[in-house]
């Protein structure tokens, strides 16, 4: 017994805006990050450089 493509339009819509949700959140911390991909589980060496403030001792 075939499925009447109506029962699988709510589907299509959600794998649709989950798509279109997960492209623009995507896109969105790239152009925060200054075109540069996001960097995930930093080592503690990333995490205390980071922290870091570079001044001059004057």
């Avoid at 805006?17 to 790239?30: I, V």
């Avoid at 540069?36 to 589980?41: A, E, G, H, N, T």
């Amino acid at each position: 017994m075939p499925v009447p493509f109506e029962t699988l339009l709510p589907y299509g819509i959600m794998i649709v805006m989950f798509g279109a949700t997960g492209t623009g959140l995507a896109a969105f911390k790239t152009w925060q990050n200054e075109g540069k991909r996001p960097r995930y589980s930093l080592d503690q060496w990333d995490k205390q450089s980071k922290d870091l403030s570079f001044t001059s001792p004057e």
